[in-house]
């Protein structure tokens, strides 16, 4: 079936500092993913929609000069972290909608940032 | 602006028991709803998606039905197993581009 790939699963960081989580899709391609974002305890909000050769769009209140996203390719999207603090530490998860019939979204692991 | 509420937030029961786990949404224009299982510190796995034309959808010892006029669906896990202790989470497709709208989940733990 399809998968879909994150990495790092975790990552500690300094504040200051960039970080970036990779996002691909192992069997299938996707034109489209989208990043995710996950506070303990709480559900999943989607921050940005990554758009394969064009510019990411971002839902509202999400930081598009803080969270560079790339989409370079149709198996692969990144999420960069710039300028990291301490409240960006987070669960961050990416999704992809599959190829084939049912429109099954699949879930990458997850990664696990601590900004210290 | 659509809203997803699960209900309960938690619940612990003794293996065996069949139980029902809730999801609710307030505008029934939705694309399709799936139900997903996440374990502590880890992704999400796909358990059921139900189109919006559809009812419900089984797979194995889990059902899931949807009325979307009424905005609900439930999830209902049959013989519960130590196994099956994870939070799960209701999310809603609003229109079909795949920008998932989710629950804030049920913690479910079962005991033997």
């Known amino acids: 079936g399809a998968v879909v790939s994150q990495h790092p699963s975790r990552v500690i960081c300094k504040s200051g500092t960039s970080v970036k989580i990779e996002c691909r899709s192992l069997?299938?391609?996707?034109?489209?993913m989208f990043w995710y974002r996950q506070f303990p305890k709480q559900s999943l909000m989607l921050m940005a929609t990554?758009?394969?050769?064009?510019?990411?769009?971002?839902e509202q209140g999400v930081e598009k000069d803080k969270f560079l996203i790339n989409h370079a390719s149709l198996t692969l999207s990144t999420l960069t972290v710039t300028s990291a603090h301490p409240e960006d530490s987070s669960f961050y998860i990416c999704?992809?909608?599959?190829?084939?019939?049912?429109?099954?979204?699949?879930f990458g692991e997850g990664s696990w940032l601590t900004v210290v | 602006k659509q809203e997803v509420t699960q209900i309960p937030a938690a619940l612990s029961v003794p293996e065996g028991e069949n139980l029902v786990l809730n999801c609710s949404f307030t505008?029934?224009?939705?694309?399709?709803l799936q139900w997903f299982r996440q374990d502590p510190g880890k992704g999400l796995t796909s358990l059921l998606l139900?189109?919006?034309?559809?009812r419900e959808q089984t797979s194995g010892r889990l059902n899931a039905s949807l009325d979307k006029s009424s905005g609900r669906s439930t999830l209902y896990i049959a013989a519960s197993q130590p196994g099956d202790s994870a939070t799960y989470l209701c999310a809603v497709n609003p229109g079909g581009y795949n920008k998932l709208i989710f629950g804030a989940g049920t913690r479910l733990a079962v005991h033997p």
């Open positions: 999704s992809a909608p599959g190829t084939g019939s049912g429109n099954t979204i699949y």
């Open positions: 505008d029934s224009a939705i694309y399709n």
């Open positions: 139900i189109q919006s034309s559809q």
């Open positions: 990554s758009n394969e050769g064009s510019k990411a769009t971002y």
């Open positions: 069997d299938f391609q996707a034109t489209t």
